[in-house]
């Protein structure tokens, strides 16, 4: 059993989570001690109280109390890859360098692994490797059912750098949707806030977003601000509309609770919208019908930053996945026929 230390947190190691650092220092310790320390208050950094993701800054000074000296049990060989999710992940990259690899994430494969996900983008992230020798980092997530552009990082350095920008809202992202109804004014800033609602399963399964209004958010327990800027691309009618959605706020199913507020859920959402066609109320279901899919229509078209390294500017555009390719079609929908940022010219 050591002794209590103190270890000052280097350049390279800044803005990691608490825990994942903890594990690369002291790879004996595992995930549940390191939380249950954390608890207890064992663990501090510069003298003060932490979480196991809380998020480390370089030249801080860590507390790690007493540890175990027993090497670590084996680990269990990572899963390979197959062939085919190889090949999938290799035809999803959009950029890459020395230092980013941007891929058109498919819909229905999750970013990471959860409750019974076991094949997920960072899983796979071991066929981007390129002659590295550690698979590439998420520096971002999107949900499991939303396609299009993700940032990852080759090395912790510029994972440190992406996650930053990315807290700082230094990147610019761009959301395609579809929409049922069509929203008035056509072009607008949403600012409810948003609180999580608890799940119905033992592990808070099927968890959403509540949103709660402005003026309340302070007021209400764990709920978070969030702004969304939303414009109307094209409409069929009044049936449906072709959106940009760009969240200035990055809350989990920020822009889905955001449409379904306004009485416009985005196509395909069950979870925030329904499973109807139409609803008896105000608004509109998360269906169209007809031939257009009832898979997700939430897209994330463009990403926009500056690169880490070489401070060159970044457009990345992901095409759009083929249900939704489908539902264009059938709207006559054309993307040359639109801006990439329809909010450049007010701003």
């Given at each position: ?187 607008g800033t949403i600012r409810y806030g948003l609180v999580k609602a608890p799940g119905r399963g033992a592990k808070g399964e099927a968890e959403k977003m509540l949103c709660v ?82 898979k997700l229509h939430l897209h994330a078209r463009s990403i926009s930053l500056t690169h880490p390294v070489t401070g060159a500017q970044l457009q990345i555009i992901a095409p ?12 006559d929908w054309n993307a040359a026929d639109v801006p990439l940022d329809p909010f450049e010219e007010i701003e």
């Amino acid at each position: 059993m050591s002794g209590v230390q103190t270890v000052e947190v280097s350049s390279e190691e800044a803005d990691q989570r608490l825990d994942r650092w903890f594990r690369k220092r002291f790879p004996q310790v595992r995930q549940g001690m390191i939380e249950k320390m954390c608890r207890k208050g064992e663990i501090r950094v510069d003298g003060g109280r932490v979480k196991a993701s809380t998020r480390l800054e370089a030249g801080q000074s860590v507390r790690v109390p007493p540890l175990p000296d027993e090497a670590p049990e084996p680990q269990a060989p990572r899963p390979r890859v197959s062939d085919a999710d190889a090949e999938m992940m290799r035809r999803a990259v959009l950029y890459r360098d020395d230092h980013i690899i941007a891929i058109n994430k498919p819909p229905g494969l999750p970013s990471q692994g959860g409750s019974k996900q076991t094949r997920h983008v960072d899983g796979l992230a071991e066929a981007l490797k390129f002659g590295l020798d550690e698979k590439p980092r998420l520096v971002h997530r999107l949900d499991k059912d939303t396609s299009g552009v993700l940032l990852l990082a080759r090395t912790a350095k510029v994972a440190g750098a992406l996650t930053a920008a990315f807290r700082a809202r230094e990147t610019r992202k761009i959301y395609w949707a579809v929409v049922a109804g069509v929203p008035h004014p056509r072009m607008g800033t949403i600012r409810y806030g948003l609180v999580k609602a608890p799940g119905r399963g033992a592990k808070g399964e099927a968890e959403k977003m509540l949103c709660v209004h402005p003026n309340e958010v302070d007021s209400t327990p764990d709920a978070k601000r969030a702004v969304t800027d939303y414009a109307v691309l094209s409409a069929l009618g009044r049936r449906a509309a072709w959106m940009a959605l760009v969240p200035i706020t990055g809350r989990t199913h920020q822009l889905r609770a955001h449409m379904a507020e306004m009485g416009h859920p985005i196509v395909g959402d069950g979870k925030y919208g329904g499973s109807g066609q139409e609803n008896l109320g105000d608004g509109w279901g998360a269906q169209l019908g007809g031939d257009i899919s009832r898979k997700l229509h939430l897209h994330a078209r463009s990403i926009s930053l500056t690169h880490p390294v070489t401070g060159a500017q970044l457009q990345i555009i992901a095409p759009l996945p083929e249900h939704m390719e489908r539902t264009w079609k059938t709207m006559d929908w054309n993307a040359a026929d639109v801006p990439l940022d329809p909010f450049e010219e007010i701003e």
